[in-house]
């Protein structure tokens, strides 16, 4: 499953289109959307950092995410240029960089200067860049105070420029009790430059919808290589529990050894341990089958200590 959050309804809603989301009708701190396959859920947090938190950490308790699951925070944001245009300065193709989709790769939070850095693990369309997240809106008088604190940083990037928004640190620090960094993804499109007269809510959508058709793409392919991982999960696990068996038969377990056995098989597989390679090693030193019940207590306290 794909989990989604977007801030504002208006950044949502050319997603919720697209993907015919329907309205969860049982939550009822946050929108939350969602579509009949289960591929997606969509939340839309509320603006600034303590909504973000909020949304990610509640939906995210209430349903835990899997190991083949991702997160993936998109939404509108503001544009600081080091150059010496000051902002928009034309990317290589020409085009400028408001209503550009990026997908960030450093995550800084203004108030404390901690960094994030979000696995890129997947092929993708995007511009990569980095992006500032404030607990208050960016505005364009404030540029020169972040372009000092920053300028080290955005000049070593490939457009000397970087990204603001609201939400982005606090969707990652909330989302890490669940996800690791390879599964959380922030795809940010510019609206302004901190001069915000003109934004309005049918800006933001137009914003979003303008690059909708790269964001599901880009959705629909972490969709699938979430399949991919939940049928090799769903291979090991099956792998597990025919070893399990095998072994539980061969070691006369009772009912409570024989969960415990599946409980360390099951450790072991995720911890990347080669279990496969200690039980074989038990039957060829003859260990393995066990004649009776003592023999095969002895054995699962042995297996117990080289698995664990």
């Known amino acids: ?53 909020a949304a990610v950490m509640r939906i995210c308790t209430k349903r835990t995410p899997q190991p083949e699951d991702f997160l993936v925070n998109i939404g509108t944001c503001a544009w600081i240029s080091c150059g010496e245009h000051g902002v928009y300065v034309p990317d ?28 890129i693990l997947y092929r993708h369309p995007f511009t990569e860049a980095e992006i500032i997240t404030g607990a208050v809106a ?24 970087f990204l603001y928004d609201m939400e982005a640190s606090a969707v990652y620090q909330s989302g890490a009790y669940f996800f690791g960094p390879h599964q959380m993804s922030f795809l940010k499109i510019v609206t302004d430059d901190g001069n915000v007269q003109n934004m309005s809510a049918e800006v933001l959508r137009q914003s979003v919808e303008g690059v909708v058709a ?9 969709v699938k290589i979430g399949e991919m991982k939940r049928s090799q999960y769903e291979k090991k696990a099956s792998e597990v529990s025919e070893f399990a068996q095998r072994l539980s038969t061969d070691m006369h377990c009772s009912a409570v050894m024989r969960a415990s056995v599946e409980q360390q098989l099951k450790y072991a597989s995720l911890a990347g341990i080669d279990y ?16 009776d019940k003592r023999e095969g207590k002895r054995c699962f306290e042995e297996l117990g200590r080289k698995l664990l």
Do not use: W
């Open 276 to 291: 496969q390679g200690v039980i074989s090693e038990m039957y060829q030193s003859g260990k393995l089958p066990c004649r």
């Open 1 to 53: 499953m794909i989990y989604i959050f977007c801030a504002l309804y208006h950044e949502a809603e050319p997603l919720i289109r697209e993907y015919g989301l329907k309205k969860k009708t049982d939550e009822t701190c946050f929108p939350v959307f969602f579509d009949e396959e289960e591929n997606i859920l969509l939340t839309v947090t509320g603006c600034g950092m303590n909504a973000a938190a």
């Open 92 to 119: 290589d193709s020409g085009y400028q960089s408001k209503k550009k989709i990026y997908l960030c790769k450093k995550i800084t939070e203004h108030v404390t200067g901690r960094t994030f850095y979000p696995d």
């Open 214 to 222: 790269k964001i599901s793409h880009y959705l629909d392919e972490l």
């Open 138 to 161: 960016y505005c364009v008088k404030d540029r020169m105070k972040f372009i000092k604190k920053y300028e080290t940083s955005a000049k070593n990037s490939v457009s000397d420029s």
